[in-house]
């Protein structure tokens, strides 16, 4: 998606953050899955909105 649109890094700097932080142990798998499935959400609503507007 960031190779498509530039503008969208900020979906790979979040899920780099997220898993930098997992591995510092700053978060345990139940947080990290949580957050990688509200993630995961966004990026739906986002590729929904893609298709919308083309």
Do not use: C, K, P
């Amino acid at each position: 998606m960031v190779e498509l649109n530039g503008t969208r890094i900020d979906y790979l700097e979040r899920f780099e953050f997220l898993i930098d932080s997992y591995n510092a142990g700053s978060r345990n798998i139940d947080e990290l899955f949580r957050e990688l499935i509200g993630l995961s959400q966004a990026l739906s609503e986002e590729q929904q909105r893609h298709v919308r507007e083309q």
